[in-house]
């Protein structure tokens, strides 16, 4: 822009030395008298005889001379003015060069820029896995693959974004999340990525005839069965190889205490320790014998489960995953029998589990759950058909709609 503006600006200055040329006739006016007289003189002394003495002839020589010394100047000033453009051509070159040389810079800093964002992201995911709030976390600690299906409902945004803060203070932490959609979503893509977490984005959609509605109570059908089973294939194809980690199901409306994620990997096969405010108890616990083995569990509901445990007690090192490359999660199992029937499949014994949290005496997560979001009718309504139905900007921001933003 700069450099633009100084070219018109020189371009005006050498358009404004054409108008210089009048000035030198008018100047040269007063000495007209004196040429013409000189002209009559010089005519007097060279030339002779009859013709030459009459007057209008002696006017049409001056008048000639007068004008061709009116030339001779304007060719010495046209010189001049040829000059003067040369030289400021020349300064209007070297001055786009520097123009040139300045973008070049700018450039250059732009990407500096670039580069240092870079670099500052980096240092602070390295200073986060060294200087962690969890403290005495190895950087080279085992991963945890946090399985975490989620599904859309009025507080998905809210609950995702909550645990991505508590998920972003967790060293060596590869965040595996499964949403139940036909597609992944921009809202959950973008909470991932502003966590700074490592993380996979899958989705998977859930069979329709077994999709809980809105207005369903939340035991009906199990949840997230697709999704967890998404996961597990995703880790035994690509961990296939590995011989260190553990996966924990996290769900996204849980409460966990950064001291967990320390517990979860000391897991060596599978691990085990109470959660807080789940099966009707304040705290769901194994109870442990005199040799510090899990004997039995203090679960009041279906208590003829081999294992009545959450989905939040339990962790399991990858490779148990990849040994039994058949287990999943299933529909064909009596309600409340999700966790059990995994473990079972994994041919655990009760016995086999490593009791943590301080010999289970330590509570670092709780089942809390969202409550359903009390909605009016009219938004009951909009929500059943929310694919269809009209969201103003404001509402599509608070529940991380994002399929009609290119409209
Ligand atoms: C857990 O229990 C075992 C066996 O009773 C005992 O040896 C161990 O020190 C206990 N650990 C903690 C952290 O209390």
């Known amino acids: 822009m700069n450099c633009l503006a100084m070219e018109t600006n020189l371009k005006s200055l050498s358009e404004g030395g054409g108008g210089c040329e009048e000035t030198p006739i008018e100047f040269q006016l007063p000495h007209f008298g004196a040429i013409f007289g000189l002209c009559d003189w010089c005519l007097a002394r060279t030339m002779s005889g009859s013709l030459l003495e009459r007057w209008w002839l002696r006017a049409v020589v001056a008048i000639g001379l007068f004008f061709l010394c009116q030339m001779a100047l304007m060719m010495s000033k046209v010189q001049n003015l040829d000059d003067e453009k040369i030289t400021l051509q020349a300064e209007v070159a070297s001055l786009s060069r520097r123009c040139d040389e300045l973008r070049m810079e700018i450039l250059t800093k732009e990407r500096d820029v670039v580069r240092m964002q870079a670099r500052a992201e980096q240092l602070e995911l390295s200073v986060r896995d060294k200087l962690s709030l969890s403290s005495n976390v190895r950087r080279n600690a085992p991963v945890i693959y946090f399985v975490t299906p989620t599904a859309f409902r009025p507080a998905q945004k809210a609950d995702l974004t909550r645990l991505s803060y508590t998920l972003s203070h967790v060293p060596n932490l590869h965040w595996i999340v499964v949403e139940d959609s036909e597609e992944i979503s921009n809202s959950v893509e973008e909470i991932l990525r502003r966590a700074k977490v490592k993380y996979t984005h899958l989705n998977t959609l859930t069979n329709p005839q077994m999709k809980m509605k809105f207005s369903d109570p939340n035991w009906y059908l199990p949840r997230g069965v697709e999704q967890r089973n998404a996961a597990l294939e995703w880790i035994r194809r690509q961990l296939s190889g590995a011989s260190s980690g553990v996966v924990y199901f996290g769900d996204d409306d849980n409460t966990y205490d950064l001291r967990l994620f320390e517990e979860i990997r000391n897991v060596k096969t599978a691990g085990i320790w109470p959660v807080g405010i789940v099966g009707g108890l304040f705290v769901e ?52 029998y999700q966790e059990s029937h995994f473990l079972s499949s994994l041919n655990l014994l009760p016995s086999d589990l490593q009791p943590l949290a301080q010999n289970c005496t330590k509570v670092y997560v709780w089942h809390t759950r969202t409550e359903k979001s009390v909605l009016s009718k009219s938004n009951q309504q909009r929500l059943a058909e929310y694919k269809n139905a009209q969201f103003t900007k404001l509402e599509t921001d608070a529940l991380g709609l994002d399929f009609d933003e290119e409209s």
């Open 285 to 336: 616990t194994p109870s442990l014998d005199s040799e510090g083995k899990v004997q039995k569990f203090n679960a009041i509901w279906k208590t003829e489960r081999p294992f009545p445990i959450d989905m939040a007690a339990f962790a399991l090192h990858i490779s148990l995953i990849l040994k039994n490359p058949k287990t999943a999660f299933t529909y064909n199992v009596a309600r409340g």
